[in-house]
């Protein structure tokens, strides 16, 4: 077994322990939704779990100015949340790619749910050997998961093929700060999975691929916020009678540890030792 192999299965074992879709079904029940028909609104409450959720990706959407009918490909798309945004609140053709193939699975089975089944497509694969021709995406997209990434320059240079001439990335990611970072994060339950950049390094690679920088924005304020309303939400449903509905949140698709890696999370940044940025790079 080669190490990309190895650490795709040590991935795909973090990310997804258990079924996923019968997760997230059994979920939206308990909640007292039918899951035949969920809103957008009630899936954003755990289908962007990145980090400062799914106004994250707005503010993003928005800063970069995306355009209706722009091809975008989403890279670590999890269950699909960013991608039913950037479709249906921002008029973009979106396909989403997954290292996880129950997010893939789960990211089809939402769509479906919401109404978007046709709207979307979702494509099983690695971000180091993109399933996609070359030259044929106005816009990468990618949050938070560059830190599941070893070899940065080859995502880099696969962004760059996949690009069209005057093709943009847009990337939301985890950076290091100083200290050590606290284990278990949502990312990676111990150093094993984490591959966190600095500033220096990321950009000195993006650089190397030939990309340009556009833009970088430090948004761990927003972050720290939507991490402290998961945290408010997680210790509501610790705290929920038998008789009142669990609440959707974050532990739908986190089921081990997840106080932990919330609280985690929150520490990392207060204390500096991670930051969270936004970026855009131009490929030429």
């Known amino acids: 077994m080669t190490d990309n192999q190895a650490l795709t299965l040590a991935l795909n074992a973090h990310y997804a322990p258990e079924d996923v879709s019968n997760r997230i079904l059994a979920a939206v029940r308990v909640a007292g939704l039918d899951p035949q028909q969920l809103s957008r609104d009630a899936a954003a409450l755990f289908d962007e779990f990145h980090g400062g959720g799914r106004e994250s990706t707005r503010t993003l959407a928005r800063a970069v100015g995306l355009a209706s009918g722009q091809r975008i490909l989403d890279v670590g798309c999890g269950v699909g949340g960013p991608a039913r945004t950037l479709c249906a609140e921002f008029g973009c053709e979106v396909t989403g790619v997954d290292l996880t193939h129950q997010f893939i699975v789960a990211a089809k089975l939402l769509s479906e749910r919401v109404g978007m089944a ?16 070359d030259g044929s995406f106005d816009w990468i997209w990618s949050q938070n998961m560059l830190m599941n990434i070893p070899d940065k320059l080859r995502f880099a240079q696969e962004m760059r093929r996949v690009l069209k001439p005057g093709g943009r990335c847009a990337i939301e990611a985890v950076v290091a700060g100083t200290g050590d970072i606290f284990y278990p994060c949502f990312w990676a339950a111990e150093p094993a999975l984490s591959f966190v950049a600095t500033p220096e390094e990321l950009r000195a690679t993006f650089t190397q691929a030939g990309l340009q920088e556009q833009a970088w924005v430090d948004t761990t304020a927003l972050v720290l916020a939507q991490g402290k309303r998961r945290l408010a939400g997680l210790l509501q449903e610790v705290l929920a009678s038998d008789a009142a509905p669990t609440p959707l949140g974050i532990g739908v698709l986190v089921p081990d540890r997840v106080l932990d890696k919330t609280r985690n999370a929150l520490r990392n940044n207060e204390e500096g030792r991670t930051r969270t940025i936004q970026t855009v790079w131009l490929s030429p």
């Open 118 to 133: 046709d709207a979307v497509t979702f494509l099983h694969g690695s971000a180091l050997a993109l399933p996609v021709p």
